[in-house]
């Protein structure tokens, strides 16, 4: 597992969006919200790959991604922690789910591979969060390369909504 810092200057930056939302901003909760604020000779505040996965997750659901699984493959493969796949349904929303994640990753300081592989071509838009990766496709690429079945190994968790239009 790889500890990623998120640096307390990014702090004063949020602390304006969370007093006015009352809410985490943008996958920052307000867990460290609480280290910085009882804590303040704290210099960073350490993120762990699940809590990354988790809050990737999280905006892609606010996002409306179709069929949201993620796969842990520490116990298989130090390629990754986690995979994170989901269904997008147009070009455009593929390309704005590949956006959010990028944003969120800038926000907690975590360096994306770049050129972000697949973003032109949209069919398989592919996004290096270091060791969460972010794999979004259309239904036709996700059917054909059927990476659940691939990485079959791991332990794969189901993250849609119960939705039976989204099982199908």
Known sequence: MTL?????????????????????FYGI???????????????????????????IVRVLRDKKAKNLISIDLKEITSL???FVICTGT???????????????CALLGIIVSSPIEGYRSTKWIL?????????????DAREKFNLEKLWGDGVLEDLREGNKEEIK
């Open 127 to 139: 996004v290096d969060c270091g060791d969460v990766v972010v794999h979004i496709f259309d239904k």
């Open 80 to 82: 990754a922690d986690y």
């Open 90 to 104: 147009s070009d455009r929303h593929r390309k704005a789910l590949a956006d959010e994640v990028c944003d969120l």
């Open 4 to 24: 990623y810092p998120l640096p307390v200057a990014v702090f004063d930056y949020i602390t304006a969006a969370v007093c006015t939302t009352d809410i985490s």
């Open 29 to 55: 909760s307000l867990y460290i919200f609480s280290q910085l604020l009882y804590n303040p000779t704290i210099q960073e505040v350490i993120l762990d790959t699940e809590y990354i996965k988790n809050e």
